[in-house]
C-alpha cells in the first residue's frame, strides 16, 4: 500500500506560481498512475491533472490547461504539479492521488483512485 504526503501549498497572488510535491513511499511507485484534484470550501472534488505511469501522456482539466503542468520523476517516487499564472479561482486543498489500475484507467474519475494525500491548501490573493 502506498503513503502520499502532499506539499508546497501556500498564498500567492493572482499571477503568481507555486509548485506542488508529491512524495510516495511503501509502493511501486512507477506503477501507479497519479492524478492531481482540488476541492474549494462549498464545493464537491473536481479533477486537476493526471499522468500515467511512464508520465508519457497527460491529461488536464480545461480549466487547467496552459497553466499548470503535471510531472513525475519515478527515480524519486514524486509527482509534482507546477501551477503558474495562478487564479483567484484556483483556491482549493489540493490531493494527490495513486491508481492501482485493477478497475481500469480513468484519469478524471476520482473514484477510481485507490490512496490519497492530506492535502495541501493553495490560496490565491485577487
Known amino acids: 500500500q502506498v503513503q502520499l504526503v502532499e506539499s508546497g501549498g501556500g498564498l500567492v497572488p493572482a499571477g503568481g506560481s507555486l509548485r506542488l510535491s508529491c512524495a510516495a513511499s511503501?509502493?511501486?511507485?512507477?506503477?501507479?498512475?497519479m492524478g492531481w484534484f482540488r476541492q474549494a470550501p462549498g464545493k464537491e472534488r473536481e479533477f486537476v491533472a493526471a499522468?500515467?505511469?511512464?508520465?508519457?501522456?497527460?491529461y488536464y482539466a480545461d480549466s487547467v490547461k496552459g497553466r499548470l503542468t503535471i510531472s513525475r520523476d519515478n527515480a524519486k517516487n514524486t509527482v509534482y504539479l507546477q501551477m503558474n499564472s495562478l487564479k483567484p479561482e484556483d483556491t482549493a486543498v489540493y490531493y494527490c492521488?495513486?491508481?492501482?489500475?485493477?478497475?481500469?484507467?480513468?484519469?478524471?474519475?476520482?473514484?477510481?483512485?485507490?490512496?490519497w494525500g492530506q492535502g495541501t491548501q493553495v490560496t490565491v490573493s485577487s
Open positions: 492521488a495513486a491508481m492501482d489500475l485493477r478497475g481500469g484507467y480513468y484519469p478524471s474519475n476520482d473514484e477510481k483512485y485507490d490512496y
Open positions: 511503501g509502493g511501486a511507485f512507477s506503477s501507479y498512475p
Open positions: 499522468i500515467t505511469r511512464s508520465g508519457v501522456s497527460k
